[in-house]
C-alpha cells in the first residue's frame, strides 16, 4: 500500500497557516530585505507544529518522515513550511538513515533554499545533529563550495561553525583549521553578499581558537575581502593597533 505523503504535507501546512498572523509575517520580512515568502509563523510556532504532528503520527517510520520532508520540500509555498520539513527528521538523523543523507542536503540547498534563514536553520539544527554521529563526513561539506548555488556555498562555511571545537562523545572533535582557510580562500572574491557573511562568521568563531591564524589570514587577504566581512570576523577579536 502506498503512503499518501502529499496528505501529511497538506496536514502540517494547514497547522502552520492556523497559527499565522500578518504580524507574525511582518516581523519576519525585517530580517529579509531581498523578500521572503512567509505565511507568518514563528519559530516556536514550527517547532510546535513538528513536535505536535510527530506526537500525533508516532506510527510513520524513520524512513516515512523523510519522505514526507521531501515532499513537504518539493511543494512548499512558504519558506516556514521548509523548516517544518527539516525538522521533521532532526531527531532521527543520529541513529538513521546513512552517510549518502549528505548528498539530500545538498540537493536541497541547491534546489528549495531561498533564504539566509533556510541555509543556517538546516545547518546548525539538522545537519548538525546528523555530523554528531557521523564526524568523518563533516570535511566532505568542502565540496559545497564549488557549488553553482549560493547557497550551497554559505552552507559550505556554515556547517562548520559549530565544528571547530566539539566534543563528540568522549572524544574531542578539531576541524583542519587549514581547511578553514582553504575555504574561506576559495570563497573571498565571491561576489553573493550571504557567502561573504559566511566567511565573517566562520572565521569569528575559528578566532576563538585560533586567533593569531584568523588575524594572520585577515593581514594577508585585506586587499581582497568587503570590510563588512571582515568586521564580522573581527567582532570578537581585540585588535590593538
Not at 501546512?13 to 492556523?18: A, E, G, M, S, V
Not at 521533521?88 to 540547498?109: A, M
Not at 573571498?188 to 594572520?216: C, N, R, Y
Not at 570576523?233 to 590593538?240: G, I, P, S, Y
Request: net charge positive.
Amino acid at each position: 500500500m502506498t503512503t499518501n505523503y502529499t496528505k501529511y504535507a497538506n496536514t502540517l501546512k494547514r497547522h502552520l497557516l492556523d497559527l499565522s498572523t500578518p504580524a507574525k509575517a511582518e516581523a519576519s520580512r525585517r530580517y529579509f530585505p531581498h523578500g521572503i515568502v512567509c505565511v507568518g509563523a514563528n519559530a516556536a510556532d514550527i517547532k510546535f507544529v513538528v513536535k505536535h504532528f510527530l506526537e500525533n503520527h508516532p506510527q510513520l517510520t524513520p524512513e516515512q518522515l523523510l519522505a514526507i520532508t521531501e515532499t513537504v520540500l518539493e511543494r512548499a509555498e512558504y519558506s516556514e513550511e521548509k523548516m517544518v520539513a527539516y525538522g521533521l527528521i532532526s531527531k532521527h538523523v543520529k541513529k538513521h538513515y546513512d552517510d549518502t543523507l549528505l548528498q539530500r542536503f545538498r540537493y536541497w540547498l541547491e534546489n528549495y533554499a531561498n533564504n539566509w534563514a533556510l541555509v543556517d536553520d538546516l545547518c546548525m539544527k539538522t545537519l548538525f545533529n546528523f555530523f554528531m554521529a557521523r564526524p568523518h563526513l563533516i570535511e566532505h561539506t568542502k565540496e559545497w563550495a564549488y557549488s553553482d548555488v549560493s547557497w550551497c556555498r554559505r552552507a559550505s562555511n556554515v556547517a562548520w561553525v559549530k565544528f571547530i571545537k566539539r566534543k563528540i562523545g568522549k572524544t574531542e572533535y578539531k576541524l583542519d583549521k587549514k581547511l578553514i582557510f582553504e575555504n574561506c580562500s576559495l570563497l573571498i572574491s565571491d561576489q553573493d553578499e550571504f557567502v561573504q557573511k559566511s566567511i565573517g562568521w566562520l572565521l569569528k568563531v575559528t578566532a576563538a581558537e585560533h586567533e593569531k591564524d584568523v588575524l594572520a589570514f585577515i593581514e594577508k587577504n585585506a586587499k581582497n575581502m568587503p570590510r563588512g566581512t571582515i568586521r564580522y570576523a573581527l567582532e570578537k577579536v581585540d585588535v590593538k593597533r
